[in-house]
């Protein structure tokens, strides 16, 4: 299934990505979340797959589209039977602005291979491959920060941590701070910030701090296929998210790691770049067309493709494809 999905997966977070990218900078974040999505339900529904969203733009009565429980693909008997998490737009905000790091992105896998859940924040720890078991969510900050600068062979003070910039952060800055690392805040987009943490030569190191859970599900499905870690704790805010959560059979209080949160065999994650950013360069236009630039990996097929795509969408367009 993995296999076949990879280079048809790449396809539906391009086209969200062309169609989201279209409403850059015009300050209009819902123009830019419909225009995503709409064009990610249209591929989804063209693929091999007889797809349930479990991680989508909201529960049914609340999103038009792509909401939680929502069928997708071509169905019949020849199509895989999938689980499948979108965020078509991730940074919805600094994609209507113009700003650094929006991105579409999803995750596919066989049934059950993603969590289930609900939009609530979730508290993240996300960190590179040479971390993997040696931090722990729990622990102060500067003893993790200590451990980190040690598995990647550097000092604390080298290190660059990514931080939504958000005021229930403030605590969390200041601990980074002093321990002696450096910070990076960010408007929007934990996602792709998580991602670049687990490349080397992103020159970030890791991701901490809360944002949202359905986006620390798709992180877990990347860092799957990378080999990085998030451990992450959901963070109901009231009694009604509290049910929720117990009605998804998610445990409050619990560390869910990252083969927790993507305990799937075969998954898929691809992400495309709208805005320019860490690890993507976003959409460009040139008149016959447009180019896009995407992060598109298996788990079980252990491969992780930058794609680069050129897309001729004028009629006729008759092009000189530049390296
Ligand atoms: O803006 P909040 O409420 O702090 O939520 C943080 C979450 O929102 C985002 O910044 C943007 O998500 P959307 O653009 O999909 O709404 C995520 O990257 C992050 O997980
Ligand atoms: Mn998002
Ligand atoms: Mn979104």
């Not at 396809?11 to 300050?27: F, H, I, N, Y």
């Not at 590179?128 to 040696?134: E, F």
């Amino acid at each position: 299934m993995e296999r076949a999905l990879v280079l048809e997966t790449v396809r539906v977070t391009e086209q969200a990505a062309l169609a989201a990218s279209r409403l850059v900078g015009k300050g209009d974040k819902i123009a830019v979340d419909r225009a995503g999505t709409e064009a990610m339900r249209e591929v989804l529904n063209e693929l091999d797959i007889d797809g349930t969203i479990v991680i989508g733009e909201g529960e049914m009565d609340e999103a038009p589209m792509l909401y939680i429980g929502e069928k997708v693909g071509k169905g019949g008997k020849n199509a895989y039977p999938v689980d499948i998490a979108v965020d078509p737009v991730e940074g919805t905000t600094v994609t209507s602005r113009g700003l650094p790091n929006g991105v579409a992105v999803i995750a596919i896998s066989e049934k059950g291979g993603l969590v289930h859940a609900p939009d609530i924040y979730m508290d993240k720890l996300v960190v590179p491959p040479p971390a993997v078991g040696r931090v722990n969510i729990d622990w102060p900050i500067e003893a993790n920060l200590k451990a980190l600068a040690t598995s990647l062979n550097r000092d604390v003070e080298d290190l660059l941590i990514v931080v939504l910039d958000r005021e229930r952060h403030q605590d969390l800055i200041r601990g980074i701070r002093n321990a002696g690392a450096r910070v990076k805040l960010i408007g929007d987009g934990d996602v792709i910030a998580g991602l670049a943490a687990a490349v080397r030569g992103s020159g970030v190191h890791a991701l901490m701090g809360s944002g949202g859970a359905p986006e620390g599900v798709v992180t877990a499905a990347a860092m799957k296929c990378l080999g990085g870690e998030i451990q992450g704790r959901f963070l109901p805010a009231d009694d009604a998210q509290r049910e929720r959560l117990k009605q998804m059979g998610v445990t409050e209080g619990k560390v869910y790691r990252t083969e927790d949160l993507a305990p799937g065999e075969n998954i898929v994650f691809s992400a495309t770049g709208i805005t320019d950013g860490d690890l993507l360069d976003g959409v460009r236009f040139f008149g016959e067309g447009a180019r896009t630039h995407s992060i598109v990996m298996g788990y079980s097929s252990r491969i992780v493709r930058f794609i680069d795509s050129v897309h001729l969408l004028r009629k006729g367009a008759r092009v000189t494809v530049r390296i």
